[in-house]
């Protein structure tokens, strides 16, 4: 019987078992055969000082010097493009890191037993087994842990088994492309609705050509017979803003995966299951930005857990705590959202709104904010959409 198992090794999974006390019996698990490898991510994360304003309600921003080491470029703005061509440029300083090697490193770092190639196939509540297959010999067998961390992504299987796998998620498709040619030290964001239904498309640049090029969106967005396939194309050969960065870079990687959309759970702690990360939805919705969240609150969870066993905790007390470090950044984040969606119905309302969304405004919305303006006008949005 292990104590601790960690059912998934990504950003909320690696910075868990981190913070396991070593004097703890742990099984971290994950299908992968190299942690964090492929990378189905923009590996955007804002600078250790961005993060003071990004979520206020922490006391320890240690966890954000991130060692130079995993960092491939740094940026200094977002430039916002809207359909018309319209663009709005905001001074905000972000890491771009190599998340493989971050995670796997932090992972390996901990001193705990991983195992990979290892596919969590479910978890049985009542004998607190996860029934586990090597992805080696193709053998199954059960795995039993007094506690368990379901840190295992946005499709979660423990999620799944324990009924609360109810979160919006959005679909994304990303290249790796070399040969780019826009400014290192800008990360591009693109709306609308042909080139990223209900969601946006992204340029982030990792430095000597190298750029993260992707899109994300939602279904019930898409127009009937169009796919994600199609609008990463477009978006990569058509699209006169992005697309003259593009002329002559080559794909050199290939992407597909999810990412919640939502707000995060009601609840993550099920007797002695824990959810952390991307399983609890706990996510910066309006940007679907989960790596600070993920690793505050596994760090969290990890935290807690060493205090359970030391008999100084309850598990309850890491919804207490997470709660009270990143609930509201995330909740005005989905308010983002939401209001975001009230107001972008057509490509040419939401241009006409952006007539009166400026710089501050935008620096706002990036930083989790809401706009005074759209926060005063939000009551008015019915009447505007009539007239836009
Ligand atoms: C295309 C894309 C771009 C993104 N870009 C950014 C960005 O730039 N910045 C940002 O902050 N956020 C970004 N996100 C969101 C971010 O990647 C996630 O919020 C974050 O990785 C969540 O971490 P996690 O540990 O909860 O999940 P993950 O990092 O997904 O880790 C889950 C782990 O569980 C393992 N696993 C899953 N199922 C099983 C199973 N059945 N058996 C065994 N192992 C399993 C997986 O292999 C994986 O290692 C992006 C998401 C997507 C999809």
């Given at each position: 019987m292990y104590d601790v198992a960690v059912a998934g090794v990504g950003i909320a999974g690696a910075f868990t078992l981190r913070t396991l006390s070593k004097k703890l019996r742990v099984a971290g698990i994950d299908k992968?055969?190299?942690?964090?490898?492929?990378v189905e991510c923009g590996e955007l994360v804002p600078t250790k000082e961005e993060m003071k304003s990004l979520?206020?309600?922490?006391?320890?921003?240690?966890?954000?010097?991130?060692?130079?080491?995993?960092?491939s470029n740094k940026t200094s703005r977002f430039e916002f493009v809207v359909p018309n061509g319209k663009s709005v440029e905001v001074e905000f300083d972000m890491l771009v890191i190599n998340r493989d090697r971050f995670i796997s490193e932090v992972a390996e770092k901990s001193g705990h037993e991983i195992r990979k190639r290892?596919?969590?196939?479910g978890y049985d509540p009542e004998n607190h087994s996860l029934k586990l297959?090597?992805?080696?010999?193709?053998e199954d067998y059960s795995l039993k842990a007094k506690v368990l961390v379901?840190?295992?992504?946005?499709?979660s299987r423990i999620a799944k088994t324990l009924g609360v796998w109810k979160y919006e998620i959005a679909s994304a498709k990303q290249y790796v492309m070399e040969g780019v040619e826009c400014e290192e030290d800008t990360v591009y964001m693109y709306v609308g609705s042909k080139i990223a239904p209900g969601g946006y498309a992204w340029i982030i640049p990792k430095g000597k050509g190298v750029a993260n090029v992707g899109v994300g969106i939602r279904q019930s967005f898409l127009t009937k017979g169009d796919s994600i396939h199609r609008v990463l194309d477009r978006f990569v050969k058509e699209y006169p803003y992005s697309s003259k960065y593009l002329k002559r870079a080559k794909v050199t990687g290939k992407i597909g995966a999810v990412a919640p959309v939502d707000k995060?759970?009601?609840?993550?702690?099920?007797d002695r299951v824990m959810l952390v990360g991307d399983s609890a939805s706990?996510?910066?919705?309006h940007v679907a930005a989960g790596i600070p969240v993920s690793m505050v609150a596994g760090d969290i969870a990890g935290r807690v857990i060493n205090g359970y066993f030391n008999g100084?905790?309850?598990?309850?007390e890491y919804e207490r705590i997470w709660r009270e470090k990143l609930f509201s950044t995330m909740m005005r984040s989905y308010r983002i959202k939401q209001l975001w969606d009230k107001i972008s119905g057509t490509d040419e309302r939401l241009c006409r709104y952006f007539r009166f969304i400026g710089k501050k405004d935008m620096a706002d919305i990036l930083r989790s904010r809401i706009p005074v303006k759209l926060r005063l006008a939000e009551p008015l949005i019915p009447v505007m959409n009539k007239i836009f």
């Open positions: 992968r055969e190299k942690l964090g490898y492929p979520l206020p309600d922490l006391e320890d921003y240690s966890i954000f010097d991130i060692p130079e080491k995993y960092v290892t596919k969590i196939l297959r090597d992805l080696n010999r193709m379901a840190s295992d992504g946005a499709n995060p759970l009601d609840r993550t702690v099920f706990m996510i910066l919705s100084e905790m309850e598990l309850e």
